[in-house]
């Protein structure tokens, strides 16, 4: 089965300021929620991944068949439906041969279903137009959906879906929640649309400290973040109480320290104060004993 895998993954702006390091995580065939703040880089990283952009460090390891949607496409004038299956020079072929005009070395490549392959995915999706019919003359939910019946023909190895769903009708995230929900080979999917990131079976984290994986769907995610929030809030509190406890302490010995310094100052202070100064009287021989004359005994 096909996987992607993101080794030591980093990339910074063409001004040196970077984006996000060090990333490491595989996507198997699985449907992947994408998540994050605005800004943080995750339309980058999918651009990583698809190869439109090369790592600044790291790498990604990824099959070689995989499509990009994106929210807002720009089309050309000539672009019609059959280019968003590839196949307008095949059918092109398959008209000559219908009209008999075909040679042989053509005849031996042509699909005779083709035709009738790309109309069925089409129908899937609510659409019956022809195939020559120009994509800039089409609504931007009927371009989505004949976008998706493209991706359903061919099946690629991975899907990647960015904020496909932004901005489109009702029927067109229909469109997309019905793709993703049948979907059987690996998607990656960013989007901020609750509905269709609770059919996924994971959602991956991306922020400013790395990657993260949780398994299952964004109500999921969504009880496993307040879970760790509720002990990220728990170990805070113990920590400031523990600081607090450092920090009274450390008070403490503080102010015993500078009681038993002053106790010190005031000892040796007093213990070289001249004895008079302390209030004892000095020790001289009284003057009358001192001329007393010696006393004779007969």
Not at 77 to 91: C, N, P, Q, S
Not at 107 to 122: K, S, V
Not at 267 to 274: H, L, R, S, V
Request: with cysteine; net charge neutral; glycine share 8%.
């Amino acid at each position: 089965m096909p996987y992607i895998t993101l080794s030591n993954l980093s990339w910074s702006t063409p001004d040196g300021r970077p984006l996000f390091s060090n990333l490491n995580t595989i996507f198997g065939p699985e449907r992947a929620g994408l998540v994050g703040r605005n800004g943080i880089g995750k339309t980058t990283l999918l651009k990583l991944i698809s190869g439109e952009l090369s790592p600044s460090q790291g790498s990604v390891t990824a099959p070689s068949c995989i499509h990009v949607l994106r929210q807002s496409v720009q089309v050309a004038e000539e672009e019609t439906v059959a280019d968003l299956f590839g196949a307008r020079h095949a059918l092109v072929l398959l008209a000559r041969a219908q009209a008999g005009s075909a040679t042989l070395e053509e005849l031996a490549d042509i699909d005779w279903m083709l035709e009738a392959n790309i109309e069925a995915a089409l129908a899937r999706f609510g659409l019956s137009m022809p195939l020559t019919a120009p994509l800039a003359r089409l609504s931007g939910g009927q371009r989505t959906r004949a976008a998706l019946a493209a991706q359903v023909y061919h099946a690629p190895d991975f899907l990647i879906l960015d904020e496909l769903t932004n901005n489109l009708d009702r029927d067109g995230r229909a469109a997309v929640i019905e793709l993703v929900a049948s979907w059987r080979q690996g998607a990656i999917i960013v989007s901020h649309d609750r509905e269709l990131l609770e059919i996924v079976d994971a959602v991956v984290e991306l922020t400013s400290l790395g990657i993260s994986r949780y398994g299952g769907n964004w109500s999921h995610y969504r009880e496993r973040k307040a879970l760790e929030l509720t002990a990220a809030r728990h170990d805070l509190a113990d920590a400031q109480k523990r600081l607090g406890e450092v920090e009274r302490k450390a008070q403490e010995t503080a102010e015993r320290q500078a009681r038993r310094s002053g106790e010190g100052k005031k000892k040796a202070a007093e213990g070289g104060m001249p004895r008079i100064s302390a209030g004892a009287a000095p020790c001289v021989p009284s003057r009358q004993a001192a001329i007393m004359p010696p006393l004779h005994v007969e």
